[in-house]
C-alpha cells in the first residue's frame, strides 16, 4: 500500500469557510479540491452538519479503495508529484506520525470504503477558523486572508470571486472596506461547539491554521476547552502562523498542552520575507523567534514552514545558509528534529505562483545558483547536514524542471506581480534584481 495515508481514516480537515475536505493538500489538481460533499452535490459543512456522517462521504470512501489498492487518487496529486520530485510529502510526514493506522484500519474498512465511525477515533482534526489575517501574503488570496479582499478588486476588477460552497460577494460595510460574512461560520455558533465537544473526545493532535490563528478568538476558545476537559496533558496542538502575534496570554494556554507544534510562515529573511509576506515586520517577527526561544516551561518544537515561489526560490539556499550559521535559534529545525534546515514546501498553486512557470533561462539561473549553495555546504557543514543540503535543493530543482508552466501563466506572474507592486509600493526587482528582464 505504497499510497496509503492515515488521514482518510481517522482525520478531520475544516476550510476556511467551513466545508469539510479530504485534507489540507487535497486542493490544487482537482475541480472539486477534495471538498466532501453530499449526495445532492453540497459541500458537508461543519457549520451545520454532522462530523461522523461526512466521514463516509463518495470521495473519502473513493479515496480509501484506491490506497488499499496500492493506487494513487487524482484528490492525492500533489503528494504524488512531490514524491515523485524525491520532496517529503504530507502523506510521508503523516504516516509517520500514525503509524499503526494502516494495520487498525485494514479489517474494519468495507470493500466500497465505508467504514464504521464508532469503531475508527478521529485522532486529528485540521481546523481554519475563517480566514480573519493580519497579512496578504503573495501566493494568498481572499479565501484565506479578509485582508487580500482590497486588493482582489483592484487587480480583478471583480466584487467577488469563487470559493468552494460557491460565489462570494463583497459588499463594502460601514468603514468603507470590502467584506462578507461567507466565513464566519463559527462566530456564535452552538451547533459547531456541540460538534466540537462531542467528536474530538479521543483527538490527540489539533492542526489549527487561519488566517492568523494566533489573532482569532475562537482559536483561543478551542484551546481553553480542551484544558476544561482535563485531556490538555494528552494533546499535541500544531500551527502555521506568521509569528506577528505571540501573547503572553497564548503562551501560558501553551504550557499546559503535550506539546506545542509551530510550522512558522517564514519565507525568507529581511525585504525577501517582508516582501512575500505583506505587510509583516521582519524585526518583530524574528523578536518572537526569540521569545519563542527562550520560554522557560513550554514544550514547544518549532520549524520554518518556506513556501517555494518564483519570489525566493533563489533566496532559499541562502536562508538555509542563514539559518546554519546566523539565525542563533534554537529551537526552529532542531538538528534533533526529523525536520531539519527547513520545512519547505512548493506552491502548487495558483500555477502562475507555481515555479514550474520560471522562463528556462531563469531555471538554469537558479540551479546555478544552488549548485554554488552546495558547494559551500560540502565546505562548510558537516556530512549528515550538507546530505540534507543539497537533497533540498535537488527536490525543489526536480519540481521545477518536472515541466512548464511558463507558456500558460509566466504573463499573469509579470502582470500580477506589476499591479501589485503599484499598489502596495513595493518593487520586485529589490528583491530579485534578476528578474530585470522580465519586467522591462
Known amino acids: 500500500m505504497k499510497t496509503f495515508c492515515p488521514l482518510p481514516w481517522n482525520g478531520v480537515s475544516v476550510r476556511n469557510n467551513g466545508d469539510l475536505r479530504v485534507c489540507c493538500n487535497a486542493n490544487s489538481y482537482t475541480k472539486n479540491q477534495g471538498i466532501l460533499r453530499k449526495k445532492d452535490g453540497k459541500p458537508y459543512n461543519v457549520g451545520r452538519d454532522d462530523i461522523g456522517e461526512s466521514r463516509n462521504s463518495d470521495v473519502l470512501k473513493d479515496i480509501r479503495v484506491s490506497m488499499l489498492h496500492g493506487e494513487w487518487h487524482e484528490e492525492c496529486t500533489r503528494c504524488r508529484l512531490e514524491e515523485e520530485a524525491g520532496i517529503k510529502s504530507r502523506r510521508e510526514y503523516e504516516n509517520e506520525i500514525w503509524p499503526d493506522v494502516k494495520h487498525e484500519v485494514l479489517n474494519k474498512t468495507d470493500d466500497d470504503g465505508t467504514i464504521d465511525t464508532d469503531d475508527i477515533n478521529l485522532d486529528y482534526f485540521d481546523l481554519r477558523y475563517g480566514n480573519f489575517c493580519n497579512l496578504k501574503c503573495r501566493m494568498c488570496g481572499p479565501t484565506d486572508s479578509h485582508m487580500w479582499y482590497g486588493d482582489h478588486v483592484a487587480t480583478t476588477g471583480y466584487t467577488g470571486f469563487t470559493d468552494s460552497h460557491g460565489r462570494v460577494q463583497l459588499t463594502k460595510n460601514a468603514k468603507g472596506k470590502w467584506s462578507t460574512n461567507d466565513y464566519d461560520w463559527f462566530q456564535g455558533s452552538n451547533f459547531y461547539w456541540d460538534q466540537f465537544e462531542k467528536h474530538t473526545k479521543n483527538a490527540t493532535k489539533f492542526y489549527i491554521v487561519g488566517g492568523e490563528p494566533l489573532i482569532i478568538e475562537e482559536h483561543i476558545q478551542s484551546l481553553e476547552r480542551l484544558i476544561?476537559?482535563?485531556?490538555?496533558?494528552?494533546?499535541?496542538?500544531?500551527?502555521?502562523?506568521?509569528?506577528?502575534?505571540?501573547?503572553?496570554?497564548?503562551?501560558?494556554?501553551?504550557?499546559?498542552?503535550?506539546?506545542?507544534?509551530?510550522?512558522?510562515?517564514?519565507?525568507?529573511?529581511?525585504?525577501?520575507?517582508?516582501?512575500?509576506?505583506?505587510?509583516?515586520?521582519?524585526?518583530?517577527?524574528?523578536?518572537?523567534?526569540?521569545?519563542?526561544?527562550?520560554?522557560?516551561?513550554?514544550?514547544?518544537?518549532?520549524?520554518?514552514?518556506?513556501?517555494?515561489?518564483?519570489?525566493?526560490i533563489l533566496h532559499l539556499p541562502e536562508f538555509m545558509k542563514w539559518k546554519l550559521t546566523d539565525s542563533g535559534l534554537?529551537?526552529?529545525?532542531?538538528?534533533?528534529?526529523?525536520?531539519?534546515?527547513?520545512?519547505?514546501?512548493?506552491?502548487?498553486?495558483?500555477?502562475?505562483?507555481?515555479?514550474?512557470?520560471?522562463?528556462?533561462?531563469?531555471?538554469?539561473?537558479?540551479?546555478?545558483?544552488?549548485?554554488?549553495?552546495?558547494?559551500?555546504?560540502?565546505?562548510?557543514?558537516?556530512?549528515?547536514?550538507?546530505?540534507?543540503?543539497?537533497?533540498?535543493?535537488?527536490?525543489?530543482?526536480?519540481?521545477?524542471?518536472?515541466?512548464?508552466?511558463?507558456?500558460?501563466?509566466?504573463?499573469?506572474?509579470?502582470?500580477?506581480?506589476?499591479?501589485?507592486?503599484?499598489?502596495?509600493?513595493?518593487?520586485?526587482?529589490?528583491?530579485?534584481?534578476?528578474?530585470?528582464?522580465?519586467?522591462k
Open 228 to 312: 476544561a476537559s482535563g485531556r490538555a496533558h494528552e494533546v499535541e496542538i500544531e500551527y502555521n502562523t506568521n509569528l506577528t502575534n505571540v501573547t503572553d496570554r497564548i503562551i501560558e494556554l501553551w504550557k499546559n498542552f503535550k506539546e506545542i507544534r509551530i510550522g512558522a510562515s517564514i519565507d525568507g529573511f529581511g525585504e525577501v520575507f517582508e516582501y512575500q509576506r505583506f505587510p509583516a515586520n521582519w524585526d518583530q517577527v524574528y523578536k518572537n523567534m526569540q521569545k519563542l526561544d527562550s520560554t522557560p516551561g513550554l514544550n514547544v518544537v518549532s520549524w520554518f514552514a518556506f513556501t517555494v515561489t518564483p519570489f525566493n
Open 330 to 439: 534554537k529551537s526552529f529545525n532542531s538538528i534533533k528534529q526529523a525536520r531539519k534546515i527547513v520545512s519547505h514546501h512548493m506552491c502548487h498553486r495558483p500555477k502562475h505562483y507555481n515555479v514550474k512557470c520560471l522562463p528556462d533561462d531563469f531555471k538554469r539561473v537558479v540551479d546555478k545558483k544552488f549548485a554554488e549553495y552546495k558547494d559551500w555546504a560540502i565546505r562548510n557543514q558537516p556530512e549528515f547536514i550538507s546530505a540534507q543540503f543539497i537533497k533540498l535543493l535537488d527536490g525543489v530543482s526536480s519540481f521545477m524542471n518536472a515541466e512548464s508552466y511558463h507558456d500558460e501563466h509566466f504573463d499573469k506572474f509579470v502582470d500580477l506581480t506589476k499591479k501589485l507592486d503599484e499598489l502596495r509600493g513595493q518593487n520586485i526587482l529589490d528583491v530579485v534584481p534578476e528578474f530585470k528582464e522580465y519586467f
